[in-house]
């Protein structure tokens, strides 16, 4: 999975959204917060995808602590170099 920062995302936008469309998602970091640009299928029925919404809302996050996303960066770099 790559990563990078707005600044780098913002002049490549259209290719990171090709290589998402394609199943190579990127990770993109803002002020210590991750957005995760993937390609998304919507569900055949309205009261599905707000049924995934809730359920995303109701679910359990993991805390992102320094230690947390500096594991995550690693994790993040050393999967872009392979």
Request: glycine share 10%; net charge positive; with cysteine.
């Amino acid at each position: 999975m790559k990563t990078c920062t707005v600044s780098e995302a913002k002049g490549k936008l259209g290719e990171l959204a090709d290589s998402a469309i394609q199943g190579k998602p990127t990770v993109i970091v803002r002020g210590g917060k991750l957005v995760i640009l993937q390609a998304y299928e919507l569900p055949d029925h309205p009261d599905e995808f707000d049924a995934l919404i809730q359920a995303g809302k109701d679910s359990p996050h993991r805390a992102l602590t320094p230690k947390v996303l500096g594991d995550i960066w690693k994790r993040g770099r050393a999967l872009a170099k392979e």
